[in-house]
Structures are given as C-alpha cells and as structure tokens.
C-alpha cells in the first residue's frame, strides 16, 4: 500500500493520479488552509491607515527584543524588513505632497463642495472626517480619488449604486459638469505620477501584511515548540482558526473525495510539525503557492511569505523522511533573480539527503490539451536501492485530441455570456495579451479565477432554431476559407452586407495591421491567422461571393464560458470527482491544481526506477558507512 502525503493539497492531483492508476493507497496526512489567512490586516488604501499600520509594526518589531523566541538573526531580519517599509513608506509621503502642489484652486474646490453635501448623503468616511476642518495636503490625493468614483457613479447612476435620486438630485445640482467634462479635468488622476502612488499603496499594503504575519509566526511557532504532545500542538493551531472552518473551500472538497481523519488535515504548514510522521510516509507531494516566482506580478521570490514557505516544505522533508518526494511550481522560478532563487532552491534539496532530479513540463505533451508549463523535482532517499535510474517521462502525442473533445455538448443557460461579457472577452487587449480565446484546440494555461472575470477559454455554440435568445447576446462566426474562425457580435453588423463587413476589418490597409493581428471592441479574429495567409483568401472569397460561388459558412451562435466539470477534465480529473462547492470556488480550485495526467506520466517512471515503492517488504537499502565498517572488524 502506498502511503501518500501532501501540503498545499489542493483538490488532490497527486492522490486522483493514484486512483487513476489502480495503486491501492493511504493518505498519511494533507495540509491547505484553503487561502485562509488569520494574519491578514484590514488596511484601507489611504495614507492615514497605512500610517497606522507601520506604527503597529514598529511597536511589533521593539518588543521583540530579549523575548526567547526570536533569535539574533530573525530580529534582524524582521528589523530589516520593517526598515525597507519605513523607507517606501516615506516616498509615498513624499509624493503626495509633490502631487499637491500640481492640483489647481478648481480641483481643490470639489473637495469643499462634497465636503458641504455631509448632511444630504452618506460620504465616504475618509471624506467626511475632514468636515469642516482643513483637508492636509498629503491627504488630497484620496480625497480626489474618492470624490472622482462618487461622482462617476451617482451622474452615470450607475445601477450598482445605492443611493436615492434626491441624493442623485442633490450632486448633481452641486456640480454642473457632464461625466465627459468631469472626466477630462480628473485625468491627471490617471498619470504617471498617480499610477504610481496607487501602485506603491498597493506594494506597501502587502508588504506590511507579510511581516505582520512573519511576526505573529516567529511567536507561534515558538510556543507550539513548548508544547509536546503532537496532538495538543494540532489543536493549539486548530484553535487559531476555529471560526474559519466554513470557509476552508479546499478541505471541503478534499474531505469528500479522500478518505482521511480529521486529526490529520491540518491548516498552516508552518506549523506543522512532521515528526509525528517520521518515516510513515512513502511519497510526500506539494510545493509552494507560486504567485511568488510566477511570471506575471511582482516576483517576490523568497522575500515573500509564500516564497519562504519552500523552506517550510524542505523542512517537513527533513522531518518526515519520505522515500520519494515530488515538487511543483511554476517555470518563472527558474530565472527568477537571474537564476539566483533556483540555485538556492536546489542546493537546500541537495542538502536534504536525497537524489533530486529536475524538468519543465507541459500537460500538452501528457494528454492534456492545455498549455500549462511547470517544474518538477522528483527526489529519491539516497538510503534506497534503485532498479534503474529515474528519468522524467517522454513526451506522448495528443493524437489530435483538442479542448472540445472534452466539453460538454449541453450546458446550463447560465454558463452563456451576455453582452457584457461578449464585448468583453473579444476587446483588444484581452485578445492582443492572450488573456482570451474561443473555440482553440489547446486550453491556455488554467488560471484560478479565469472563468469568473470572462478570462481564459470560450467556446462557441451554434444557437438551436427553438431557442429563444436576446440578438444582443448572439454573435456571428465566419468560418474562413484557410479553416480560421472570426466571430462579430450580431447586433453590431448595423444591417451591413457580410461581406462587406469582412472587408472593411481584414482589407483594409489603414486597419489591417492593428485588427488582424488582435481584433476590434466588438470583433474577435484569431491571432495565430497568418496575416500573409488570410489577406489574399478574403479577397480571393469576395471575388467568388459576386461571381455567386460562396465559399465561406456563416453560423450563428453564441459564447460560452467553461464549466466547473469541463475544468477539472481540462486538469485530469474524472467525473467522479464530486463537486461540493460553488462554482466560484471550484474554477478557483481547479486552476490552482497540478494536473493529473502529468503526475501520472511521473508516477509510472519513478515506479520503474524504484518498483518497490509502497512495498516496504520488498524495499532494498544501501548499506550504510557504519554497516560497510562493520564487516572488515
């Protein structure tokens, strides 16, 4: 029986792998918090709040000093790590106070008209504490941009905001602008030097809230060091977040696809102690949350509290003692800091006793018709006697299999776009930024929240005669002569002779460049259509129309979003995995998990490397130092 443990389990790619697999199993323990965090600050975006919070940890970091459970190196650390906030902190003072100088006396004067409307509306907190009382200049900058969203939403009236139309009535009264002219004066709230103080409120916010939780978890894990009894340290951590257990979404799924008792899941993998499992575990599977080494974001590495959580997962390998560990995350890490990350990542697994092995893989290459690149470390006890060396799997042919071969024909109506998410989807800079496709043959790479903001993959459905659907939501697609597909969105044809519309997007040498290699507002062209290629076939299908002879197909239809089902397929999961969650949480879960059919591919060559894995009858050992001496006394 092979006994299995993770962290970071997510929906359990590693433990569906081995069932896919026939393997008879035991999971020894999992770990996920289910993106639970207990350290998490409320911080408002404003100066005044972020102020407070920096004083907060100020006081954190000098009572630190002389307490048992921190040494020397972590307090500098820590000291460290607070100095780099005060520093950022101090810059966006600054530049705040410059932004001041450039808003003229009309700008200024809308802060005194809103501040005047205190008594007929429900101001904003931030605006209303400074009623009657001399706005500090540092403080301008959240004021305007307060005052810019209201404004925005009551004169649009805006149907998400709550407000009576006597309080519409009453703004609107006060300032005569149109949105128009109201936007253009508050434009310079969109430049350079104001992107750029949103964007430091943003980076401090986070920063301060990962040493807020590397505070609170130096002293954690301190006191959980005093405690013995393996199960009193569980329940100490459990204690921490008792009142979080109905928003644990992972365990939930976890919990009812996997056979495991509750005194061995557990929440934070920085306080998990792996003695208790010292030796109990054959394979350990996990990694650590990627956002840190991901190629899209910041890059923290291993600054970031996610990013120190792999010294956590080497330290449970230490702990533990595995036979075979296997490590995931994504290929960003790899030249993140000029490689310098990685080199530090692998010398800590060569530390850590075993033979490790390295490769990048893509599901596309294992069954899976996605284009998701990973990397994989596969390591093997140096104790162990290998039947042949391990060597990470070949890649295998999809043999024409494409995304659609595993969606679903029928889908509830609330999987459609309506026109929101239509124009949405096929706009320039999701399609331009690959943030969207329709109907490919290969999934982009499975994000987390994909499906829920119109991101990720689509498919087009031909409409049925006897349904009934608003033209608004009704699009076009144009199956091309070289086999590409464009899609138009019905309503925006404006009675125009197809063919002329087409021509108008793919002929035209003043357009042609900008919407062939990316699409219009309301217009989606492939990207991969080689502009060469198509250019000469529209005019080529043109010539053909007016000599009568078609050689294009027009479909109507309309574009769906995936499914949760279709998702987990898209990951390598059956449909016997039951859904227990929301949809939002389980697109969430989906594209957070390694996919299945790659671990499998693993699985299948670490079991011809070492046969005996799960055997511990059969398990051959080398013989140690001591051993080997042994035998010449």
């Known amino acids: 029986m092979l006994k299995i443990a993770t962290v970071f389990s997510g929906i359990g790619a590693i433990e569906h792998a081995i069932e896919r697999l026939e393997i008879e199993n035991k999971v020894i323990f999992a770990c996920d918090n289910g993106g639970v965090n207990i350290f998490k600050l409320k911080i408002e975006k404003d100066l005044q709040s972020v102020e407070k919070h920096v004083k907060l940890l100020s006081k954190m970091i000098n009572e630190l000093e002389g307490k048992p459970y921190v040494d020397k190196g972590t307090e500098q650390k820590l000291k460290e790590n607070f100095l780099g906030i005060q520093k950022e902190y101090n810059r966006l003072d600054f530049l705040l106070e410059q932004f001041s100088g450039g808003v003229n006396t009309k700008i200024r004067g809308f802060i005194s008209t809103f501040l005047d409307l205190a008594d007929e509306i429900k101001l904003p907190k931030i605006l209303l504490q400074y009623k009657g009382k001399e706005v500090p200049k540092n403080m301008e900058y959240f004021m305007l941009e307060e005052i810019r969203k209201l404004y925005k939403e009551v004169k649009s009236s805006n149907k998400n905001f709550e407000v009576n139309e006597n309080v519409k009535g009453v703004i609107k009264g006060a300032i005569s602008l149109s949105v128009e002219e109201f936007s253009e004066l508050f434009s310079f709230m969109d430049e350079k030097e104001s992107k750029e103080i949103k964007s430091i409120i943003a980076e401090l916010i986070q920063q301060i809230n990962m040493l807020n939780e590397r505070i609170c978890s130096v002293k954690i894990t301190y006191e959980l060091s005093q405690i013995e009894d393996y199960a009193e340290k569980k329940a100490y951590v459990d204690n921490l977040y008792k009142n979080k257990e109905k928003s644990n979404f992972v365990k939930q799924s976890y919990t009812s696809n996997y056979g495991i008792d509750d005194k061995d899941f557990h929440w934070n993998i920085s306080f998990l102690d792996g003695r208790c499992y010292r030796d109990q575990v054959d394979l350990f599977v996990g990694g650590s949350p990627c956002q840190s080494f991901s190629l899209v974001g910041k890059r923290r590495g291993l600054e970031d509290t996610r990013g120190t959580?792999?010294?956590?997962?080497?330290?449970?390998?230490?702990?533990?003692?595995?036979?075979?560990?296997?490590?995931?995350?994504?290929?960003?890490?790899?030249?993140?800091?000029?490689g310098k990350t990685w080199e530090v990542m692998?010398?800590?697994?060569?530390?850590?006793?075993?033979?490790?092995?390295?490769?990048?893989?893509?599901?596309?290459?294992?069954?899976?018709?996605?284009?998701?690149?990973?990397?994989?470390?596969?390591?093997?006890?140096?104790?162990?006697?290998?039947?042949?060396?391990?060597?990470?799997?070949?890649?295998?042919?999809?043999?024409?299999?494409?995304?659609?071969?595993?969606?679903?024909?029928?889908?509830?109506?609330?999987?459609?776009?309506?026109?929101?998410?239509?124009?949405f989807?096929?706009?320039?800079?999701?399609?331009?930024?690959?943030?969207?496709?329709?109907?490919?043959?290969?999934?982009?790479?499975?994000?987390?929240?994909?499906?829920?903001?119109?991101?990720?993959?689509?498919?087009?459905?031909?409409?049925?005669?006897?349904?009934?659907?608003?033209?608004?939501?009704?699009?076009?697609?144009?199956?091309?002569?070289?086999?590409?597909?464009?899609?138009?969105?019905?309503?925006?044809?404006?009675?125009?002779?197809?063919?002329?519309?087409?021509?108008?997007?793919?002929?035209?040498?003043?357009?042609?460049?900008?919407?062939?290699?990316?699409?219009?507002?309301?217009?989606?062209?492939?990207?991969?259509?080689?502009?060469?290629?198509?250019?000469?076939?529209?005019?080529?299908?043109?010539?053909?129309?007016?000599?009568?002879?078609?050689?294009?197909?027009?479909?109507?239809?309309?574009?769906?979003?995936?499914?949760p089902r279709e998702c987990l397929r898209l990951m390598g999961f059956c449909d016997t995995f039951k859904i227990v969650v929301s949809d939002t949480q389980m697109y969430q879960q989906a594209g957070n998990s390694i996919v299945v059919d790659v671990l499998m591919a693993i699985m299948k060559e670490i079991l011809i490397a070492f046969p005996e894995l799960g055997n511990e009858k059969e398990c051959s050992y080398k013989e140690t130092d001591a051993e080997q001496l042994a035998l010449f006394l």
């Open 309 to 338: 959580l792999f010294y956590d997962f080497a330290r449970l390998i230490d702990e533990i003692q595995p036979k075979v560990f296997i490590y995931e995350n994504v290929k960003g890490l790899l030249d993140h800091d000029e």
């Open 346 to 423: 692998q010398e800590v697994f060569e530390e850590l006793n075993y033979d490790c092995h390295y490769d990048t893989l893509n599901a596309k290459d294992y069954g899976i018709p996605q284009n998701r690149e990973r990397i994989f470390v596969v390591g093997f006890r140096k104790d162990l006697m290998l039947k042949s060396k391990f060597k990470f799997p070949g890649k295998i042919s999809l043999d024409n299999r494409t995304m659609k071969d595993l969606l679903f024909e029928n889908v509830l109506e609330q999987y459609y776009l309506n026109e929101k998410g239509i124009t």
């Open 425 to 563: 989807v096929s706009s320039e800079k999701n399609i331009n930024k690959r943030y969207t496709q329709i109907d490919g043959k290969i999934q982009l790479c499975q994000k987390a929240n994909q499906q829920f903001n119109w991101h990720g993959d689509f498919v087009f459905v031909e409409s049925d005669e006897n349904t009934a659907v608003n033209d608004s939501n009704k699009v076009i697609r144009y199956t091309l002569p070289n086999g590409q597909k464009a899609y138009i969105r019905k309503n925006d044809k404006k009675g125009k002779d197809i063919e002329k519309e087409l021509e108008k997007y793919f002929l035209s040498d003043k357009v042609r460049d900008y919407v062939m290699a990316s699409g219009t507002k309301d217009f989606y062209s492939k990207p991969e259509i080689d502009l060469d290629i198509a250019r000469p076939l529209l005019t080529t299908m043109h010539k053909m129309h007016r000599a009568g002879i078609d050689n294009y197909v027009t479909t109507e239809g309309r574009i769906r979003k995936l499914t």
